[in-house]
């Protein structure tokens, strides 16, 4: 195809101030390589109703609205967080694209708590994700840790408000809204694991559209598309859902695919940790997606002969 286009993309977005910084970078690179692009801003069910994200009723609720738009030609294709997007196909449409990841961190927030070594008996610390709640938990069950809705600036606002001592956030988002200088910590890996595809973007759009596919594929990073399959497939394979108190971190190195994964009580008193890694030397593109796919269905195998369908299922009941 041409590396420029008379026709004018329409990408479907949200509109929280997150969302359109990830889709206006998004639609720069393209316009960089001499695309034209439109934003179409969707309201999503996650962002007109209120309190916690697993009392909306269902997961994908940062995502329908924008997949029905695709599907009905409203839109040519989509951006989405990837740790918000369910793993599960929905047909006609297909992840075609993850840029470079972003870091994949998990933060800790507070105007007076230096540390997530420092954080005090029973400090009460906001978070609106349960799976970093049972990571806390599960390290300081003395903690209270209470549900936190909100864009990024709302949530910060509720903390500087008083609120809460600490609330949680991702690091990327941070990164991107250019609130690094409110990152009080860096959560090591070894307290808090990331949620599945943290970090990443994902671009979705019509299956049959191969044009869109092309001029996508441009942005596309193979390690950064690789660790995110790996994760997804580990998640789709647990059953679990973007909700559930499941983490995930792959990481490519040295053409070796590494994989870790953890599933939590929703209260974080019980615990399952798993890992693997695959060889990736001289397979074909193909390959290495196929072999990213199996080493996530390999972990979560292994996660559920240790018993995360029923944690899975017992945290299910307290979304």
């Known amino acids: 195809m041409n590396e420029s286009s008379d026709c004018t993309l329409k990408l479907g977005t949200r509109a929280s101030a ?19 692009v439109e934003l179409i801003e969707i309201s999503t069910s996650g962002d007109v109703k ?30 989405h967080s990837l740790k918000d997007l369910p793993t599960e196909d929905i047909p006609g449409l297909c992840l075609t694209c993850v840029p ?8 800790l927030v507070s105007n007076d708590i230096a540390g997530f070594d420092e954080i005090p008996e029973g400090a009460l610390i906001g ?23 909100g864009n990024v600036d709302t ?6 408000d008083g609120n809460y001592q600490a609330i949680i956030l991702a690091e990327s988002g941070l990164k991107r809204l250019g609130l690094l200088d409110r990152i009080t910590h860096v959560i090591d890996r070894n307290v808090m694991i ?21 001029v996508l594929s441009t942005l596309n990073d193979l390690p950064s598309f690789l660790c995110v399959t790996a994760e ?7 059953r679990a859902g973007c909700l559930a108190p499941v983490g995930a971190y792959c990481q490519l190195q040295a053409d070796q695919l590494r994989l870790q994964g953890v599933v939590l009580s929703g209260t974080g008193d019980q615990r399952v940790d798993a890992s693997d890694q695959v060889d990736l030397t001289d397979k074909s593109e193909s390959e290495q997606i196929a072999a990213a796919t199996g ?7 292994d996660l559920i002969g240790q018993g995360a369908t029923d944690l899975i299922s017992e945290a299910r009941e307290n979304y």
């Open 295 to 301: 080493l996530g269905q390999a972990v979560a195998e």
């Open 18 to 36: 997150l969302a359109l910084w990830q889709s206006n970078w998004v639609a720069t690179q393209l316009r960089n390589s001499g695309f034209q």
């Open 127 to 149: 978070t609106g994700s349960m799976r970093r709640k049972a990571q806390l938990l599960n390290r300081r069950p003395d903690l209270n840790v209470e549900d936190i809705r």
């Open 155 to 160: 949530r910060l606002q509720k903390l500087d």
């Open 100 to 107: 470079p990841r972003e870091n994949v961190g998990d933060c």
């Open 50 to 79: 209120s309190g916690p994200i697993g009392a909306i009723g269902s997961q994908g609720v940062f995502t329908k609205e924008i997949q029905r738009a695709l599907l009905e030609n409203e839109v040519d294709f989509a951006v």
């Open 194 to 214: 990331p949620a599945v595809g943290q970090g990443a973007l994902g671009l979705e759009c019509r299956e049959d559209d191969a044009t869109v596919r092309e």
């Open 232 to 238: 997804r497939a580990m998640l789709r394979a647990l």
